[in-house]
Each structure stands twice: as C-alpha cells, then as structure tokens.
C-alpha cells in the first residue's frame, strides 16, 4: 500500500511539474526558479568540423541548435542563447553556457575545441613625412594614394562627421564590396559615402556578460576616440590646416589616403570581448575587405590553437586578407602580444616631432620635457616642489595641501593630463610628470595640460629627486614655447612602452616583425569623446602601438594597391626585407626603454626587422611566399596534433594528409 502511495505521488508531482511548464500564469516562476535556471557563467566559443553534420540537418544552424537544446533543457529558445554563428573563418558558434554545459559541450559529437571568451584591450600630419611619403612621387604617385583598396578597421567605432572620412575626389566603390553601413539612434548610416564604405557593431558578447545596465547605444558611433584615431591614420583623406590647439599645425593624411575604410566596432571603454572579434573578423572577411588592422590585444601564452584570435585571423589569412596587430604596451621587459606567424606584429618608435617645455630649477639646471599646454610662457614664477603619488592621492587633493605648489608625479600612470586638470580644480600651481624608469630614458610623450604642467624622461626625473634631496625648500620655474620642433631630433627610437620579443609562445620566431611611428601621433578624433579635463577637439595627440598598428595597414594598402594578387605573407614580406636599421641621423636605431644606460642600440627583440620604409616596399626585389601549407608544416614542428590541426586549418587539407602529418610527429618523437 505505501508503494502505490509513493507513486501516486510521484505521478502526481510529475502531473503539477507539466502543468507549470504549459500555464502561462505559471511560466516566470519556473523561469526564475534558482535550481531550474541556467546559470551562464561565461561566454564560449564552440568550435566545430562542420563536415561532421549528421545527415539529419539540413544545414548547420539546426545542427547547433540541436547541440544547445541537448545541453540546455530548461532553455525555452535555443536560438536566443547562439550569439554568433562563425562559417568563413573558421566554424562554430558563441554562447553564454554554465560550467557544467560547457564541459558537456566539449564532448559533444562534432565539437573539436572550446574556447572560453576573454577581454582584450585597445593597446598623422607629420608621420608620413617623417617616413618620406610625399604627394608628387614615390609610394603614393605610383599607387594613387592607394584608391580603391579596403581596410577593416576592428576597434572602438568611429567619428564619420570628421573632415579625415570625407570622399571628395573618390569614386564609387568597387561593385564586388559586399559591406555596408547600420542605422541606430545616433548614428545615420546615409552619412557613409565612399569613403567610409561600412560601419557596424558587434556587442553580443559585452552584452551578455555585462553585469549592469550601461545604457549604451549599440552604434559604430566612437565614444572614446581610438578607433576614429586608428582609422584616420590608416587611410584619413587629405585636411589642410589641422591640429591640437597650437601643436602640429599642417595637413594631415592618413598612410593611404584614397583607401576605404569600413569599421567593425568590437570595443568599448571596458574592452573587447573575443566572440566580438572573431564576428567582427568574421563578416570583414566576408565583406570583402583588404586589410584588417586591429590595435587589440592581451597577454597571451596560449598555444595558437587554443587562441580564437590566432584561430580567427589564420581563416583570414587563407582567404587572402592581409592582417596588422599591435604588439603591444607591455614593453620594455618582455611581452610582445599577437605573435603568430601570419599577423604582422607590430612595435612603436619615434617621431622626429617634439613639443619642448622646460623646467629650470632653483639652482639654474633646466630640464627639458615636453608639454601641450597651450600658453606660451618665456618663464613663470617660481613654486615649491612637492612629491606626490599622484595615481593614489590626486583624487584626495585640497586646496590647503597643494595651492601654489607644483606637485611632481613619480607614479606616471596612464592619465597625466587627469591629473593636471584634479591639481588645477584644488589650485595647485603647476604639475611634473616623471616618466617611468622602464618607459623613457629621455621624455618621449606629451600631454594637453590644463596648467603650468609637462613630463620628463627617467633620466631628468633622477636630477630633479637629487636637487629636490639636497634642498630644504625646494623651487622651479616653467618654460613654453607652444611650437613644434620637427627634424632636429634623434628618431626613430624604441618607444620605451613597445612590448618586446622574445615570442612567448614561439621563442624561434622573431616578434615584433617591425616597427612603425607610435609616439605622440595626431590624428581624428571623436566628439563622443571628450579629454580629461572635458575638452573636445577635432584631432588628438596619443601615442601607443594602436598608433603604430595602422601606419603599417595603410602602407600594406599601397602594396595592395601595385600588386592585388600578392598574398599577405608576400605584402609583410615585402615590408619586412625592406625596413631599416638606422634612424635619421644614419645611426643605429636606439632603446627608449634602456632607462640606466646612457645609449643603447635597439635589438631585434625590439624593433623586429626594422623600421617601415614605405618608398622602398613596393620595390623589394624578391618577396618571399608562404601559404597554408607552410603554417602548417611549421606547427607540426611545434607537435600540434592532427585534432588540434583541424581547429586551425579544419578544411584545408585532407584528412589524409593530416594522418599523415601525425604520423611524422610521431616518428619525430619516437
């Protein structure tokens, strides 16, 4: 008798479970239930051999939303959860799933990897001059200033409102480009024209692993600056008379000025979520770009099967696109990012450009820096020094503490401006920023200061803690000249922040592959986006290997341009054999980041193959090739598996080669 009360009881939960799953009334307590809801702790990337579909799909959506329902039960639409499907670059899906579904997942039929999502990171007028472009001859008059060729551009959005992205002389867009630009609430896509060709966002990721409601506008429109940075110097059209306030007056032109440019937003404040970019990298590669130039990143030792970037960028390369990331902000100790042996890594160096300020102490020694305040003052009065760490202290500053004094910073951090603008609001008198000792032997960036303010190489900073030791009240004075001084300099040099090799994952193969100008570049900037202190400004001042990154996609846009049929490992080729180990002076390249030794010559590790030549790439002389099949014969020296080949190259080669491929591993091993 308890048996068959047992199983009434049991029938009868099973009866209440059902009703709840079809009463509409009753659906949001079972969808809110802690122990019935899915608990996505994590966005993957699920990666499929698509020749593996059963039969019964007719195609591979169904396929994947039959592995989701599989794992997910309790999940009503399958298809709300699939964020992206991936088909050009490589195969597969990105999802929000919980551990347990994730390790579930893995094992599934016709899964052969899974890739954990994680952030990354963001990392001219007289650029081109510098590098000997020039309007009546060489790269430019051979190539038309690279007319016609596309670049993605795969960052934080972009301006189109700046005078970089008009297309006046251009001409419609090749017929076969398959991009195009996306309406939203504030950004109207009738305003693209043929000179931004395509704009859109991928957000899905951020999306779905943002813990609160950030209101933000799912547009390209750039609410930080960077990528309508990037953009205008790969390919910004020619604007006479630009600059930041006083600084850098002149015309600026992007390293391709007639080149199109379509933007693949990925990157918000926060970062850049990896399923964002290998979609982005994705429907670029479908659209039919040239070029992709992501200034994108984060340290990584992951093997590059394991690295959906490598993974996504490599079905890139096979389709012929040609693609630049930076290396980096890591430097000088090692670290270079993105070091596969189809991207084209990328460091930062110099410009013969400065913004000189001077700062002379009470007891006559002038140390030189650089500034963009923009006052011009022949010497100010004199103020009381006062150290400060100004990255944990400056938001606590008070006028009692620090009116008519000038506060040197001895933690650089990453905002110095921010700092000057705390410091005027409390009325400090001026601000020193002391550059780190691993950036700069000599002071290499310069910042908008709202008052009395200007940075100084590690060398100056070691002269200023000395005089500031030895006196009780220690004083100095500032000097601007609110010009800028071209051609007087020593550069390129290293940029001391420019990660360095060796390649952490492949210590055998050389990374950076070559360095660009990074430092203190101008160029387009967003509304969106204002400085610290609240100013906008049309163009913007910003060094890093983001500024680096897209010089080289320009340049690898007139090769392009010359040659539509090389491959992208004979465009780096053709860049690599071409750069130059000597600077302007005729003088080997130096190190920015040798802070304790008075000279020293930058290495390989530092500068790759050298410096970009742009009047000598599209003349090499001898390029050398590589295709799939040479990647792939250069992983199987790395004992990657047949399986493991497969996520990198999952229909390249036939399955016979692959078997025959472990079968040398194996007989290598033995």
Known sequence: ????????????????????LTHPALVPRIKNHPDLKPRASNIYIVHTNHQAKPSQFANLDQWYRSMVATHSPLTANTVDRILYTYDTVMHGFAIQLTVDEARRMSTTFGVTGLYKDRMFHLQTTRSPGFMGLNPHYGSWNET??????????????????????????????????????????????TLCNNKLVGAKVFSSS??????????????????????????STAAGTEVPDVGMYTFSQGTARGMAPKARIAMYKVCDDDGCWGADITAAVE????????????????????????????????????????????????????????????????????????????????????????????????????????????????????????????????????????????????????????????????????????????????????????????????????????????????????????????????????????????????????????????????????????????????IAALIKKKYPFWTPAMIRSALMTTAGTLDNKGHDILDNGAANISVMVATPL?????????????????????????????????NYTTQQLRLLAPSGLPVEELMSIELFIKEKNA
């Open 283 to 554: 429907t670029a590669v479908k659209d039919g770009v040239d070029i992709i130039s992501m200034s994108i990143g984060g340290p990584s030792i992951d093997p590059f099967y394991n690295d959906v970037i490598a993974v996504s960028t490599f079905g890139a390369e096979r389709r012929g696109v040609f693609v630049t990331m930076g290396g980096g902000n890591y430097g000088p100790l090692p670290g270079v990012i993105n070091v596969a042996p189809w991207m084209t890594t990328v460091g930062a160096t110099t410009v013969d450009r400065v913004f000189p300020a001077n700062l002379t102490l009470g007891n006559g020694v002038v140390l030189e820096g650089q500034s963009l305040y923009i006052t011009k003052t022949n010497s100010s009065s004199m103020f009381q020094l006062v150290y400060s760490y100004c990255l944990t202290e400056s938001a606590n500053w008070t006028r009692e503490k620090v009116e008519g004094k000038i506060m040197v910073c001895m933690d650089e951090g990453s905002s110095p401006d921010l700092y000057g603008f705390r410091l005027q609001k409390a009325g400090g008198a001026g601000i020193v920023v002391v550059e780190n000792a691993e950036w700069s032997r000599d002071s290499s960036s310069a910042c908008p200061f709202t008052l009395l303010g200007l940075t100084i190489g590690f060398e100056s900073g070691e002269r200023l803690r000395a005089y500031m030791a030895s006196e009780s009240n220690p004083v100095a004075s500032f000097r601007f000249s609110s010009k800028t001084i071209i051609q007087e300099n020593q550069a390129s040099v290293v940029a001391g922040f420019s990660s360095r090799g060796p390649n952490p994952v492949v210590p055998e193969l050389l990374k950076p592959d070559i360095v660009a100008p990074g430092v203190n570049i101008l160029a387009a900037w967003s509304h969106d986006a204002p400085l610290d202190d609240g100013r906008r400004v049309d163009y913007n001042i910003v060094s890093g290997t983001s500024m680096a990154t897209p010089h080289v996609a320009g």
């Open 144 to 189: 038309d200033f690279g007319d016609g060729v596309i670049i993605g551009i795969i960052d934080s959005g972009i301006w189109l409102e700046s005078a970089s992205f008009k297309d006046q002389g251009l001409g419609p867009v090749r017929p076969n480009w398959r991009g195009k630009c996306v309406d939203a609430d504030d950004f109207n896509a």
């Open 206 to 231: 951020a999306d779905a692993m943002s813990t609160t409601k950030r209101g933000r506008v799912l547009s390209p429109r750039d609410k930080s600056g960077h990528g309508t940075h990037v953009a």
């Open 1 to 20: 008798m308890a048996a068959v009360k047992t199983r009434v009881l049991h029938l009868l939960a099973v009866f209440l479970f059902l009703v709840q």
């Open 606 to 638: 530092a500068t790759g193959s050298g410096h970009i030549r742009p009047n000598l790439v599209l003349d090499p002389g001898l390029v050398y090739d590589a295709g799939e099949r040479d990647y792939i014969d250069f992983m199987c020296t790395l």
